[in-house]
């Protein structure tokens, strides 16, 4: 419940840029906060069977002319664009809450276009969807974020390890997304014209793909080139029926996950939206809340896990684009992409959860530098092996390993970010979002002229340089800590003016969790 409890401090008369919040709450209210943390979850749960499945079919059903690739690239150079001066604002003007609901629409034009794709109908319509993406997973940041903090002030708990327990549920959910929209996808092509005989053939003996001319399966995997492959048979696209097909069930996805939160989700005004410190409760021009995010780029720890984010992207662009092109389409045929991309969802959603919940036991900097091996591990293999149609089991074990990968990245950075920047929720994960769309654009704009091979490498480069700067990260955060905790224990009447000054613009320090009242009602 909301106990009501608001004290408002009002200077020069309509000012509100002093707005304080006070937010009243009873030890019962924990059940209604993982009520709304099961909601946004389920919600981007059902969005993303939509936009996974989708996505993860562009390369091979719109590859003509780079099609689908080129959709993609514009959808994550759009997402840059809006991260950049879409959130704070979006936010602070229609609240987290609505701001989701609109935001989700803008993903429902995409999936229509399948239904007639052409450059000028995908296109805009990728651009619509990037542009209502920032807001979008920004909304989805802070609302999780903040009720991390609240929910650790209500059970006494550490807040850096219900933050990372959350997101480790909401992407738990997320992920099985993958799922949900591939195995849509490969139930409707595996049972048409397309895929029926050589689905039997496969997975009764083995020897659907067996025949296959060598030549075609020399061109698969590392030395896969999308130029030099158009004469491959598995890479030619499904029946339209299919397709609309697939499409039709995805557009009522979209339909359907932004009824769940407009209907079930609590606003975040429950839980002091307007706090003292926070966007929404800040008067200030229009410029100063888009120049938010550029001022998070000042800060010397966003800056070094740029590098980082962006292999983020890249390597979720890998895995959606050229790995189900290279080496599961050329090799097995575009109706395998589906079974194989479940066990990368499944894997993935699992691990979420173990990640999220084990941080609290084995620490942040033992399961990044797990993703960081196992990434690893899997380029340099996928550099030297060559897939073929007899090896199945080898496909589905990659998939699982990238997915062991890309769960270390989604739980373990992403919380990083909540907790390195609990002031500045809003600027921090439009930064977030915006160098990770960086990578995708990055990894989409090379995808039809560079080969696997190269593009193996160049992912491997940024993944030992994103480790370089979150090591670096972390060395920084220790020393901190240090100096915070000396500082803290010297008598406040003791403390210097730039002691006081470092206290105070602590970016781990917000006001909420000073303005949370518990009550035992």
Not at 141 to 156: E, I, M, P, R, S
Not at 240 to 251: K, T, V
Not at 318 to 339: E, K, P, R
Request: aromatic share 10%; glycine share 8%.
């Amino acid at each position: 419940m909301h106990g009501g409890g608001v004290d408002t401090d009002k200077q020069n008369g309509g000012d509100t840029a002093s707005l304080r919040e006070k937010v009243q709450l009873r030890r019962g209210e924990k059940w209604r906060i993982l009520k709304n943390i099961i909601t946004v979850s389920v919600a981007f749960m059902v969005q993303f069977t939509a936009f996974q499945g989708t996505a993860n079919l562009q390369s091979s059903i719109n590859a003509k002319d780079g099609l689908g690739t080129v959709s993609l690239s514009v959808v994550y150079a759009a997402l840059v664009v809006s991260c950049i001066f879409l959130p704070t604002l979006v936010i602070r003007k229609l609240t987290v809450k609505w701001t989701l609901c609109v935001s989700m629409l803008c993903y429902a034009p995409y999936i229509a276009s399948q239904f007639y794709p052409r450059f000028y109908t995908l296109l805009p319509a990728g651009v619509l969807l990037g542009l209502g993406a920032a807001p979008m997973w920004a909304s989805k940041a802070t609302y999780l974020t903040q009720l991390g903090q609240v929910y650790a002030k209500l059970t006494d708990q550490s807040v850096e390890a219900i933050i990372v327990r959350f997101f480790g549920f909401f992407f738990l959910a997320w992920q099985t997304a993958e799922l949900w929209g591939n195995l849509i996808s490969s139930l409707v092509l595996s049972s048409g014209a397309h895929g029926a005989a050589s689905v039997v053939d496969e997975m009764g003996n083995g020897t659907g793909g067996s025949h296959q001319e060598d030549s075609n399966l020399e061109s698969c995997g590392a030395n896969f080139c999308v130029v030099e492959t158009s004469n491959n048979a598995n890479l030619q696209r499904p029946p339209d029926s299919e397709i609309f097909e697939i499409s039709a069930i995805y557009l009522s996805c979209i339909v359907a996950a932004v009824v769940i939160i407009a209907v079930f989700l609590d606003p975040l005004s429950r839980y002091g939206e307007r706090r003292r410190g926070s966007i929404s409760a800040t008067e200030i021009s229009g410029m100063q809340l888009l120049s938010a995010t550029f001022k998070q780029l000042k800060k010397a720890n966003q800056q070094l896990l740029i590098p980082i984010t962006v292999f983020i992207g890249m390597e979720q662009a890998f895995i959606g684009a050229d790995f189900t092109q290279a080496y599961v389409s050329c090799a097995l045929g575009i109706h395998q992409i589906g079974y194989v991309m479940i066990c990368f969802g499944v894997v993935n959603a699992i691990c979420s959860i173990i990640f999220g919940s084990a941080m609290k036991y084995i620490g942040r900097v033992v399961i990044i530098i797990l993703g960081a091996i196992v990434h690893g591990a899997s380029i340099i293999y996928l550099l030297y092996w060559r897939p073929h149609p007899d090896h199945q089991i080898v496909f589905f074990i990659l998939s699982g390993l990238w997915g062991i990968g890309d769960a270390v990245w989604q739980t373990q950075i992403n919380g990083l970010y909540g907790a390195l920047f609990r002031r500045n929720k809003e600027a921090a994960f439009s930064n977030y979002r915006l160098w990770e769309s960086v990578g995708f654009v990055v990894a989409y704009a090379y995808s039809t002229n560079l080969c696997a091979r190269m593009k193996l490498y160049l992912l491997f480069g940024v993944l030992v340089c994103g480790m370089v700067g979150y090591t670096i990260v972390e060395i920084r955060q220790l020393k901190k800590e240090k100096h915070l905790k000396k500082l803290e224990e010297i008598p406040k009447q003791q403390q210097t003016e730039a002691d006081r000054k470092v206290i105070e613009e602590d970016d781990e320090k917000d006001e909420l969790e000073e303005d949370i009242v518990v009550t035992h009602l």
